[in-house]
């Protein structure tokens, strides 16, 4: 049984060997046949086995032409990210396909615009030459971006993979590829909410907090804080439990479920309870719905008005990344004058 297992666990390492070989050959045949196998045998590889294979199989993304599976290749690397290959290592391949076909769906949804104000849905299943006729006479141009159009949501799972376990990995990608997404997203054709979410994360970045029932101020480190129902809560653990304001402190449970590294199995029972008004400088309100990249920035610092809630109301204390553990630390209680600096900035609630 256990030579069984050895051989069963071996095949994997062995598939990832063949299909480098096949490429480098540039055996087409052989390409198609280990990548066959690397697929049918990822699920029972071991983790040792991931960790080594996670990198080899992202190095060779760029080696696959862009009408080929390269989403599914990614799809195997992230595959292996989950089971503790290095993000880092597999991050740029991925991310770099990401980017590719975001650029290649919007040159898409131009092309495709000029002559019918519709776009088509990405799900769509035939693409036939009438398809193809539309974006010009290049076929292979033509197929590419709309395999790019179709295809651009399975880069999510991949691209999480490795966004979600690197604070590095999401400075060194996020400002190239998070305007691109989103303006994908404003198609309104393609759900990319994930994508551009993880993208959006504020990494170990300061905030300026402003809590205006008691003239207060506060410099807050944020990390790892998927959306601003997760800061909520860790805004009210490190003001209100820390006894810096008043107010009824989080459930320890909720505050467990926003920052614990280990990733929540399933969803939970806890409920966190709001505690502030989210409040942008001019007044104008920041949805827990939103992100902490939402929050305006003056004079250099990104600016956060803590107000009394309007109205009572909870939600779902899970994180919206399960694999991304949220942090905030209270870096100083701000002076008096400097605060009142601060507060000259901001307007009444609109």
Request: hydrophobic share 40%.
């Amino acid at each position: 049984m256990i030579f069984n297992r050895k051989q069963r666990d071996a095949r994997f390492t062995a598939a990832v060997s063949d299909l480098e070989e096949a490429v480098s050959a540039r055996d087409g045949d052989r390409t198609g046949r280990a990548f066959s196998a690397v697929m049918k045998s990822a699920e029972s590889a071991s983790d040792a086995e991931c960790r080594d294979a996670g990198p080899r199989l992202a190095a060779l993304i760029p080696a696959f032409p862009p009408t080929g599976p390269r989403t599914m290749l990614a799809t195997a690397a992230g595959f292996c990210v989950e089971r503790g290959a290095t993000p880092l290592a597999c991050a740029e391949p991925i991310l770099d396909g990401v980017h590719r076909d975001l650029l290649d769906a919007l040159e898409f949804a131009r092309r495709w615009t000029a002559t019918d104000t519709d776009l088509p849905d990405p799900e769509q299943e035939l693409i036939d030459d009438t398809y193809l006729s539309r974006l010009g006479d290049d076929t292979y141009e033509a197929t590419r971006l709309a395999l790019a159009w179709c295809s651009l949501e399975e880069w999510q799972p991949p691209a999480l993979a490795v966004l979600c376990r690197s604070t590095e990995v999401r400075r060194r990608h996020a400002s190239d590829v998070l305007p691109l997404c989103r303006e994908v997203e404003a198609l309104g054709r393609h759900d990319l909410k994930c994508l551009s979410y993880a993208l959006a994360v504020l990494n170990d970045e300061p905030l300026i907090v402003l809590h205006r029932p008691t003239d207060t101020a506060f410099e807050i480190r944020v990390d790892g804080i998927g959306d601003n129902f997760q800061l909520h809560t860790l805004l009210a653990h490190v003001l209100v439990g820390g006894g810096h304001v008043p107010g009824t402190p989080p459930s320890a449970e909720s505050v467990r479920l926003a920052t614990d590294p280990a990733p929540a199995r399933g969803t939970s029972d806890a409920t966190a309870t709001g505690t502030f008004e989210l409040l942008a400088p001019d007044g104008t309100r920041i949805w827990n719905e939103g992100l902490p990249d939402d929050i305006p920035v003056v004079e250099g610092r990104r600016v956060l008005v803590l107000d009394d809630p309007s109205y009572q109301r909870s939600w779902n204390a899970d994180r919206f990344f399960p694999h991304l553990p949220g942090k905030a630390e209270l870096l100083r209680v701000l002076p008096p004058d400097e605060a009142k600096t601060w507060y000259a900035h901001t307007s009444p609630a609109a």
